[in-house]
C-alpha cells in the first residue's frame, strides 16, 4: 500500500498536460501560458513623463529659474516640440518626452503665470522620466510557458499587444457516483436513501481548479449500468467515481474498470481518512475512484485528483504549499497511517494558529464545512501537544 506521498508521485507521473489552445488575452485569467512570450517591441515603448509638470532641461534649473512655456503635449500626444534653453513644455503623465528636455519637473514644484514657469525645487538630471526600455527589452522572454496567468501576467501580456494567448486547454473531467442507496437532488428524503450530495460537490472541486465537470449522474450498483457510464466518462481526459471500492460485495467499480481496460496503478493509500482509494491508467486518461463518504471524497480530491488535473493544464507547482500552524489544543492519532486533520484557522501576530474543527469521524460532513485548512499529521507520530507545530495547506483562498 502506498503512502501519500508515493501515491501522490504515482499520480503526478502518469499525468500529463492534455493539449493547448489559443485563447482571448482578456479571457485567460487563471490558465496556465503553454509557451515561452518574448517581447515584440521595449516597454516603455519610448521615454515618456512619469508626471503632469513641465519638460525642462536640468540646466536651466540649477539655481532659481523663470521659464518660458513654448509647447505642450497631452497624454497620446506626440512630442513635435523641442524644449529650446530657457524654455519648458507642459506634460502630461505617459506623453512622451520632446527634444531636448532631460528632466520632467512635476506641477507641484513650480507655479505659472504670464505664459512662464517659476521652479521652485531642485531639478535633478533624467528625474521623472520613464526610459525606453528600461522594464522590457524587445526579444526579452518575460513570461515562461508553465505560468499561471494572473492578473499582472495578463497586464504584462496585454503591454505587448498580445491579444490572444497560447494556453493549456481545459480539462474534461468526467464525475460519477454509484450507488443504490443514491437518490437525487430535490428527492424528497427517506430511511436508507442518501441525497447524491458527491456529484455538485466534486464537479465544484474540479471546477474550483479551472477544469470542466462533466455530469454522468448515478451508476446504480449492477455491473451493465456501471459498464454503461464508466464507458462514457472514459471518452472524457478524466473520470472520477465516488463509492463502490471498498471491499463491500456490492462494491463493483474496480471490477468494472479494470474490464473496461483501466489499468490499476494503486488500490487503498496509507492515509486517513479516504484510505480505499483506487487510481488506474487507460489510454493515458486518468481514473481516480475516490471513497463514498463525502468527506473522504472531498479530501482524497485534495490529496490526489487536484494536483493532477493541474498538472494536465499545464501547472509546474500543483501542491498546495504546507505552512506551519501552531496547534491550539492536543491532538491524538494512532501510528501508522498520515491523518488528515480538519482544522480551523487563525491568524495572531503574522502566525497561523489551528484547532481542530470539530468531531473527526468522517461521518461528520459539518466539520469539513468548519475548516479552513487540513493539517498533515505524520504517519508514526501518536500524539501532538498543545503549542506544537504542524504542517497544515489551506484549502482555499480565503480563510471562512
Ligand atoms: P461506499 O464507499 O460505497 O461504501 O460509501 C460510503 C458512504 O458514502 C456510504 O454511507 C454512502 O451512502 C455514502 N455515499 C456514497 N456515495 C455518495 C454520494 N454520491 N453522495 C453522498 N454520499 C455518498
Ligand atoms: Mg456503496
Not at 371 to 385: I, M, R
Request: aromatic share 4%; proline share 6%; with cysteine.
Amino acid at each position: 500500500m502506498p503512502t501519500y506521498e508515493e501515491a501522490r508521485n504515482i499520480v503526478l507521473e502518469s499525468v500529463a498536460p492534455v493539449g493547448t489552445e489559443r485563447v482571448e488575452t482578456g479571457r485567460a485569467l487563471g490558465r496556465t501560458l503553454a509557451e515561452d512570450v518574448a517581447a515584440p517591441w521595449h516597454l516603455p515603448f519610448c521615454d515618456n513623463s512619469a508626471m503632469d509638470g513641465y519638460a525642462v532641461r536640468a540646466d536651466d534649473c540649477r539655481g532659481p529659474a523663470r521659464l518660458k512655456i513654448t509647447g505642450y503635449i497631452p497624454a497620446g500626444g506626440t512630442a513635435l516640440t523641442v524644449v529650446e534653453p530657457g524654455c519648458a513644455v507642459k506634460i502630461m503623465t505617459g506623453a512622451p518626452i520632446p527634444a531636448g528636455c532631460d528632466a520632467v519637473i512635476p506641477f507641484e514644484e513650480t507655479e505659472e503665470g504670464d505664459g512662464h514657469v517659476v521652479v521652485k525645487g531642485k531639478v535633478k538630471v533624467r528625474q521623472h522620466i520613464r526610459f525606453r526600455a528600461e522594464d522590457v527589452r524587445e526579444g526579452d522572454v518575460v513570461l515562461r510557458g508553465g505560468t499561471p496567468l494572473r492578473p499582472p501576467e495578463i497586464s504584462m501580456l496585454a503591454s505587448l499587444g498580445k491579444a490572444f494567448v497560447p494556453v493549456y486547454r481545459k480539462v474534461r473531467v468526467a464525475v460519477l457516483s454509484t450507488g443504490d442507496e443514491l437518490i437525487e437532488l430535490g428527492e424528497p428524503p427517506s430511511p436508507g436513501m442518501i441525497v447524491n450530495s458527491n456529484s455538485p460537490a466534486i464537479a465544484a472541486a474540479v471546477r474550483e481548479t479551472g477544469a470542466e465537470a462533466v455530469l454522468l449522474g448515478i451508476a446504480r450498483d449492477d455491473l451493465a449500468c456501471h459498464m454503461e457510464k464508466i464507458s462514457e466518462g472514459l471518452k472524457a481526459d478524466a473520470l472520477i467515481t465516488t463509492a463502490g471500492v471498498s471491499a463491500g460485495d456490492r462494491d463493483l467499480v474496480r471490477e468494472v474498470l479494470a474490464e473496461a481496460g483501466v489499468v490499476s496503478r494503486f488500490w487503498r493509500v496509507d492515509i486517513k481518512p479516504g484510505g480505499p482509494t483506487a487510481f488506474g491508467m487507460k489510454d493515458g486518461k486518468p481514473v481516480f475512484s475516490l471513497p463514498g463518504n463525502p468527506v473522504s471524497a472531498l479530501i482524497t480530491f485534495e490529496a490526489f485528483v487536484r494536483p493532477a488535473l493541474l498538472r494536465m493544464m499545464g501547472r509546474k507547482r500543483v501542491v498546495r504549499p504546507l505552512v506551519k500552524a501552531t496547534l491550539a489544543g492536543e491532538v491524538r492519532k494512532k501510528a501508522g497511517k498520515v491523518n488528515f486533520l480538519r482544522v480551523g484557522i487563525e491568524v495572531r501576530g503574522g502566525e497561523y494558529f489551528a484547532s481542530s474543527a470539530g468531531d473527526q469521524n468522517t461521518g461528520i460532513l459539518r466539520t469539513m464545512v468548519l475548516a479552513d485548512a487540513l493539517a498533515v499529521l505524520p504517519a508514526d507520530k501518536t500524539s501532538f501537544a498543545a503549542g506544537e507545530t504542524v504542517d497544515v495547506f489551506l484549502l482555499g483562498e480565503t480563510l471562512r
